[in-house]
């Protein structure tokens, strides 16, 4: 994959996320995704913890300042 392609799903997963939209991770996120740091794996875990960050921090915003690839 190109650079600028990588950094156009990098783009678009923050956009996302500051949108609270999880139906776009399906279409960037693979469907076995594995999580190391939660020790989870699939969309549907994944959905869950970024659905649990948004209620416990409303008002969380992403910018992104730089992107390097």
Do not use: S
């Amino acid at each position: 994959m190109a650079l600028e392609q990588n950094k156009t799903i990098i783009r678009r997963f923050i956009d996302a996320y500051n949108a609270r939209d999880l139906d776009v991770f399906d279409d960037i996120v693979a469907p076995d995704y594995i999580d190391h740091t939660h020790q989870q794996q699939g969309r549907e875990p994944f959905r869950q913890l970024f659905t649990l960050a948004f209620g416990g921090f409303p008002d969380w915003h992403e910018e992104i300042e730089d992107i390097i690839a």
